[in-house]
């Protein structure tokens, strides 16, 4: 079945339809299309452009087929253009005729527009849940480990010692912009375009507010040009996703290095690792390590959206039915990805002892010494100098800074007191380090109660 034709002398071509056609994918929206069949339905009987008894019946008609393409009574057929046509011709099967009427005043351009636009609503949420799962296993994780020190890093050296707890709840600040980022994403999505017809608007007394209502849209379009041609709001989603997927991809980089034999800070669970077809010894990180590479995907999901509408002309273009692919990969992957890492993250083994010998190498409290010496009155410029000979002098003997005797620091500057090495511990740097948002276990439990409070909004 066709939605036109009376114009033309043939029938499409073989490899035509293949190239064109979007049953293979946009089935997925089949019950989305329903949905806003029958709100169209009922608002051509309430504007009376078709009579009560036929919007009813348009709307029962609908029902059967909701109700037999999910008891797989009845089948899409793949010689239909696009999901929209194959709903209309499987309403003709239950009403006859009278199908022909539901497509007055709407166009198939503002009703794949309202169709993608019911799903991403409906998947933003799911992806918002998923994202607070995966924060929420975050903060339980922290909160567990609230004993286990590590090293910070920058420029992948090591710096500072931190909680790892601080660590981990840096990651739940990325995947609370990122689901609030959605929610607004969400705002813009969630506006209703039909109503629009083809791009002009249409010349029966329609009620794009009565349709937008029946379906729960905060919005209904201003302009019928730009409801049927704006994709800002797949644009939008696919740079929010791209953003989630970096984040997603960033934490599972962390955890391939910390899982390797030269840290060895996390050992993942067997459950989420597998092995190599040569090298019997092996485990390897594979989940995570896709976590990292499917974020490529998204982000050429967007760029390729982005090269689809650039330079379009108003007002639909076929060229937009690219979104559909585009936006589905998006969603499945980062949804994916996310539950993954989620379970991850949840069932890896820290091991305290591993990210505890890392901080005795490396002078990771040199700047404690150097605020001790600020605090002493010192210009810090000159307490950075001073922690910098403390430093040489050690690497030249080969030691640390625990081993060298009160004598030695008073050599460096008598401002060295007794209580120096209270100073040099990685827990008594990580306590210190109390300054608001600080990785001080003090400031960690706020951190944490703040994170809790915001999940349970
Ligand atoms: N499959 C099409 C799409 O995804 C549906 C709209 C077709 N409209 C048209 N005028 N050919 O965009």
Known sequence: MRLWGGRFRKKPDEVAHEFTTSLPFDRRLAEHDIAGSIAHARMLGHCQIVTAEEARQLEAGLERVRAG?????????????DIHTEIERLLGAQVGALAGK???ARSRNDQVALDLRLFLREEIDSLRQGIAALQKTLVDVAERNMEVVLPGYTHLQRAQPVLLAQHLLAYFNMFQRDRERLADCRKRVNVCPLGAAALAGT???VAPSFVAEQLGFEGVFANSMDAVSDRDFVLEFLADASVAMVHVSQLSAELVLWSSAEFGFVRLDDAWCTGSSIMPQKR?????????GKAGRVLGDLVGMLAVAKGLTLSYNRDYQEDKEAVFDAVDTLFGAVEAVREMVATAAFDAERTEGALSKGF???TEVADYLVRKGLPFREAHGIVGQVVSF???QGTAMEDLTIEEWRSFSREFGQDIPEYISPRGAVAAKASPGGTAPARVKEQIAAARKLLKE
């Open 364 to 366: 990771l409290t040199a």
């Open 102 to 104: 539901l497509h007055t």
């Open 69 to 81: 393409l999910s008891s797989g009574e009845l089948e899409l057929d793949s010689a239909s253009e």
């Open 203 to 205: 010349s029966f007394p």
């Open 394 to 396: 050690c690497e030249k």
């Open 284 to 292: 390897n990180p594979d989940v995570a390590e896709l976590a990292r």
